[in-house]
């Protein structure tokens, strides 16, 4: 069972960045595949970001591409969210994800998940 715990988030103005953090543990974190997903008021969870349990392969949102980076670092039992040239259409509580899958995009790819960090990009 792998616990998950999102930080980072916050309130930022367009253009900026933030970097996300998800704190993995109660499991092994290095041998599941990661992902970021987020969740605006109204709308279902959405898929932004993954990262193969290998670390061999990225998958991104067409939304995010270009401007996210998803990373981990596996001694340290954490995964990151890089955030640039952030929009006002990105705000929403974003989730971190893990499962023993590959970089998936569907939600049920996923069997362990983060209460989430709230983002808030103003205009």
């Known amino acids: 069972q792998v616990q998950l715990v999102e930080s980072g988030g916050g309130l930022v103005q367009a253009g900026g960045s933030l970097r996300l953090s998800c704190a993995a543990s109660?499991?092994?974190?290095?041998?599941?595949?990661m992902g970021w997903f987020r969740q605006a008021p109204g709308k279902e969870r959405e898929f932004v970001a993954a990262l193969h349990w290998r670390g061999s392969s990225t998958h991104y949102a067409d939304s995010v591409k270009d401007r996210f980076t998803i990373s981990r670092d596996n001694a340290n039992n954490t995964g990151y969210l890089q955030m640039n040239s952030l929009k006002p259409e990105d705000t929403a509580v974003y989730y971190c994800?893990?499962?023993?899958?590959?970089?998936?995009?569907?939600?049920?790819?996923?069997?362990?998940w983060g209460q989430g960090t709230q983002v808030t990009v103003s205009s």
């Open positions: 109660g499991g092994t974190f290095s041998s599941n595949s």
């Open positions: 994800a893990a499962g023993p899958r590959g970089a998936v995009s569907g939600v049920r790819g996923y069997d362990y």
